[in-house]
């Protein structure tokens, strides 16, 4: 995420290095290296300027500030404004009504219909709520089916009316529907073009008039960079919007929708959309997201989302199982799928402070894991859970099976009894010493 930005701000910073204190000049050139990495990541001319203007202001006010380095004064001046570009605090949903009604609107491809389902999912796993999703797209009858695709694939109920073409209509009726049947948020995705026009913006106005939404929301593709602030406008201008929703932040984006849309239609991102898959969904956090442009890591949002796939049951099951040396392959797969589920491999190194910039020339697959779960599938129940019968023979029908080579199946081999050894040395009576060997 950001990578570039991320990368051209380091090395701002790093013209102060060596300085003992903040003049006038090592600020204005390092700031002038912020305003050209900002303007590379397409954040919009004006807000770049005003921008360094504002850092620049505040950093030499604090020339008398001798506890930290230069450099670090201005990372943290850099931080804190960008947490205020991007919002300052965190933006919640309103879910006051009964039902709460949330309208999508955003262009075509932005990525509505997904994030809507991200939604329903999010609101319903994380939040005890019963949604009900809305296909109001009368256009293209594939965007009715992908809503009823995605419904079934998250397990919440679709209200659709293939052969009604009053898009107010079907989403009158959907709230009568979710009164009727006891949902209590409903999530009307919309039809959306692939450019602002005229007859869409009139359409959507009169839905967005007849509902009365609690929250009207507004996608964009985070890719789309300036032109998507200026859509963001367009769509403000009529709906006066609530809430702004950043989706595909996991591709190559430069940054800069996600810098300076707040400060033009003065409406939070919400959330951000980091994915194709349901759970791919992330509360926006401005600070946190500032640390990450900075490539500080985003440890609050790594640990969280390991709190949030720790299942304490399955945990307790697993000790019992190193305990009795029980542990096997499948266990080893379960764990994977518990990691796997915290996100991509990509998003999850650029939460860990400095590892983004660490890893940088490292070609980090989106399935790591991709092998190691091949070959595991490959060996047999037995060979799962007895991994010691596992010979020469075996090894060389397992990498076969999985389409890879007998020296990786070795190395799996290896990384697990390594790993196993480990576990019953954290479990067995030398336990204790061990975790004071390591400090704890
Ligand atoms: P809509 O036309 O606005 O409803 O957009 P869709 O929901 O159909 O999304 C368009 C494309 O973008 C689809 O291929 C989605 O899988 C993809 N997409 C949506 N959100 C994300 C995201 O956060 N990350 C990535 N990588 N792709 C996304």
């Known amino acids: ?46 807000i770049a300027k005003d921008f360094t203007t504002k850092v620049k202001e505040k950093a030499i006010g604090q020339d008398v500030l001798t506890t930290l380095q230069p450099g670090q004064l201005l990372v943290k001046l850099v931080k804190d404004e ?100 006891g949902f209590n948020v409903v999530i009307v995705d919309t039809a959306g073009r692939l450019a602002v026009d005229q007859e869409m913006m009139d359409e959507i106005a009169r839905v967005h008039k007849a509902i009365q939404p609690q929250e009207t929301l507004f996608v964009v593709d985070a890719m789309t960079g300036q032109d998507a602030v200026n859509t963001a406008k367009a769509f403000n201008d009529i709906l006066n919007f609530d809430g702004v929703i950043l989706t595909k932040l996991d ?55 390991a709190q949030e796939q720790f299942d304490e049951e399955e945990a307790r099951k697993l000790q019992k199982k190193i305990a009795k040396n029980e542990f096997g392959f499948d266990d080893f797969l379960t764990q994977i799928q518990q990691v796997k589920k915290m996100g991509n491999m990509k998003d999850l190194v650029g939460m860990i402070p400095g590892a983004s910039k660490a890893m940088k020339d490292v070609e980090i697959e989106d399935d790591a894991f991709k092998h190691i779960e091949a070959i595991i599938h490959s060996m047999t129940p037995i060979e799962r859970s007895k991994p010691a019968i596992i010979d020469v023979k075996r090894k060389a029908r397992i ?39 390591m400090g704890g």
């Open 82 to 181: 960008l947490t205020e570009l991007m919002g300052g605090d965190v933006a919640g949903i309103n879910l006051s009504g009964t039902p709460s009604v949330i309208l999508m609107s955003g262009l075509q491809g932005s990525g509505k219909t997904t994030f809507s389902g991200k939604l329903a999912n999010f609101l319903k796993t994380k939040k005890n709520k019963k949604p009900l999703l809305v296909a109001c797209d009368i256009y293209r009858p594939a965007a009715i089916n992908q809503l009823h695709v995605v419904g079934d694939q998250i397990g919440v109920e679709v209200y659709s009316e293939p052969d009604n073409k009053n898009p107010v209509e079907i989403a009158q009726n959907a709230i009568k529907h979710a009164k009727a049947n």
């Open 1 to 46: 995420m950001f990578d570039n930005l991320s990368d051209k701000l380091d090395k701002a910073f790093h013209i102060l290095k060596g300085h003992g204190k903040i003049t006038e000049v090592n600020v204005a050139d390092t700031l002038k290296e912020v305003r050209r990495a900002l303007l590379d990541a397409d954040v919009n001319f004006k």
């Open 251 to 305: 591709g190559d984006t430069r940054g800069g929708a996600a810098i300076s849309i707040k400060s033009v239609v003065n409406k939070p991102i919400k959330f951000v959309g980091t994915g194709e898959k349901m759970e791919a969904i992330d509360v926006f956090y401005p600070d946190r997201m500032a640390e990450r442009i900075l490539g500080m890591g985003d440890v609050v949002s790594l640990v969280e989302r």
């Open 399 to 437: 990498a076969k099976g999985s389409g890879t080579k007998v020296e990786q199946v070795n190395q799996l081999m290896k990384q697990f009894d390594q790993m196993s050894k480990m576990m019953k040395m954290m479990q067995g009576p030398g336990g204790k010493n061990l975790m004071k060997m």
